[in-house]
């Protein structure tokens, strides 16, 4: 299966959405349901909590986009790095 092909990461704004809004479904149910606390301040607290995780998820993507545009242009290399002299060998030695 060939490689997806390289991109730009998303913006930091994505990333910061996506964990508060994670983070407000993984503790909406035990804070605002179970204890009562209100809900602007589960709103509040995950939104906090998202931009506290962002700059991680922001670099592991950075990371991982790196290493999908290596693997792409790994795959799609001809091998014609060095000149060959038109004999088949790097330098164009014969053997």
């Known amino acids: ?5 390289p991109r730009d990461p ?3 704004v994505v990333h910061w ?8 479904l993984a503790t ?6 179970i204890l009562g606390v209100p809900l602007t301040i589960v709103i ?7 931009l506290a995780v962002a700059p991680y998820t922001s670099g592991n993507e950075g990371r991982a986009l790196a290493r999908r ?3 792409y242009e790994a795959s799609h290399h001809d091998g014609l790095d060095e ?10 030695g014969v053997s």
Do not use: Q
């Open 44 to 50: 509040i607290g995950s939104a906090l909590l998202g």
């Open 17 to 24: 959405a996506v964990a508060t809004a994670v983070a407000f």
């Open 10 to 12: 998303r913006p930091f």
């Open 28 to 33: 909406v149910i035990l804070l605002w349901f």
């Open 69 to 71: 545009k290596h693997e």
């Open 83 to 92: 000149p060959t002299g038109g004999r088949g060998r790097p330098g164009g």
């Open 1 to 5: 299966m060939d490689p997806l092909p």
